[in-house]
Structure formats: structure tokens, C-alpha cells
């Protein structure tokens, strides 16, 4: 299984870094999880050098499209038992230490035990426009791999459930993508 989640690792300097990464867990473990960072990566360089990550489960998808469109400056709290942040609109946080690597050119496999949960409010679910934004963040982040009109495709597919439900939220946050699609299609 995948999980959508804000992963947030930390170099030397005790510099945060907030990455939106689908977490693989599996299936028969509640206490294991892969991350798999693409090379070049800031969240596999931190996490390689702590040993240590926060997983964070969060229904703001503003974050989500923020970390893919330059806008990295969430608050954040002290995690609990590692060296590490937490975002401080997160609904859960599972702070993380690496145990083993599997090395890959392009996409490393980082084995990761939970060694501190927390849950900090319920999770309510998520509106269409909610999983209309993550989708086209995933997408977003895609760019230069998948043809543009595939992707231009799904963005209107996704843009009839965000029309449908969406917030404030879910509104700027599908706004700061489409100005990154904009912007790829002039430059392309």
C-alpha cells in the first residue's frame, strides 16, 4: 500500500526539508515503511546522513502542491523522540529511523522503523477536490516524464470533482499548480 504523506528530513544544520512522498507500507507491518527518493534528492541526502525522518499525515493539501511549487515555509513543531520536525497541521506524525538500504542508481529503497506515533486530530476524509489536488500535484511532479497532453487529460478530468467540492483550500492550492503547468507549457 501507498500513502500519500509530507516527509520531512533534516540536514547537519538541523535545516528542515518538506517533501510530499508516497510511502510504501506493507501489508502485514503497522511499524514499517519504505521510502523511495528519486537521485538527485534533499530528502534521501538528510536521511541517509540523520538515519532519521517525520512522516506526516496531513488533509491541508495546500501543502502537498506548496512543496512542488516553491512554497516550503509550513510551521513546524519539535518532533517527539528523534532529532526532527513535525508540521504543525498535521492530523498524525510517525517519527521514523532508518534500518537498512537497498541501493538503486535511480530510486534507493530506504527501510524505515517507527520508533513514536502520534495522533493529533481526527481525520475527517477527503473531499473530491482534496484528492483532485493531490492527483494533479503527483502529476505536476511528473512533468518532463509523462507526455504533456496525457497529463493536461487528467488535469481535466480532476478539474470536475475539484469544481464540485472544493474549499478555499483546495482552490489556492489547484491554483499554484495550473500556474506550473502554464509555465512548463511556455517554456516547452
Known amino acids: 500500500m ?16 518538506i517533501a510530499p512522498m508516497g510511502i510504501h507500507i506493507p501489508s502485514k507491518s503497522q511499524d514499517d515503511f519504505i ?13 541517509l546522513a540523520s538515519n532519521t525522518a517525520v512522516i506526516n499525515y496531513c488533509d491541508d493539501v495546500r501543502v ?17 523522540r528523534i532529532n526532527g520536525q513535525v508540521l504543525e497541521c498535521a492530523l498524525a506524525h510517525t517519527e521514523v529511523e532508518l534500518v537498512r538500504v537497498e541501493d538503486d542508481e535511480t530510486r534507493p529503497k530506504l527501510f524505515c522503523k517507527a520508533v513514536h506515533s502520534v495522533n493529533h486530530a481526527p481525520f475527517r476524509g477527503f473531499n473530491r477536490a482534496q484528492y483532485s489536488v493531490l492527483e494533479a500535484a503527483i502529476l505536476i511532479s511528473r ?21 464540485k467540492t472544493a474549499g478555499d483550500r483546495e482552490l489556492e492550492a489547484w491554483s499554484w ?6 509555465n512548463f507549457e511556455v517554456d516547452a
Not at 501507498?2 to 526539508?17: K, R
Open 35 to 47: 521510502i523511495l527518493p528519486f537521485r538527485p534528492s534533499t530528502t534521501l541526502n538528510n536521511l
Open 64 to 80: 502537498f502542491a506548496g512543496c512542488l511549487t516553491g512554497r516550503r515555509d509550513w510551521p513546524l513543531k519539535q518532533a517527539e
Open 2 to 17: 501507498i500513502q500519500e504523506t509530507i516527509v520531512i528530513t533534516q540536514n547537519s544544520s538541523g535545516l528542515a526539508h
Open 177 to 182: 499548480l495550473m500556474t506550473v503547468i502554464e
Open 143 to 163: 512533468l518532463g516524464m509523462i507526455p504533456l497532453e496525457k497529463i493536461q487529460a487528467e488535469i481535466d478530468y480532476l478539474r470536475i470533482g475539484l469544481e
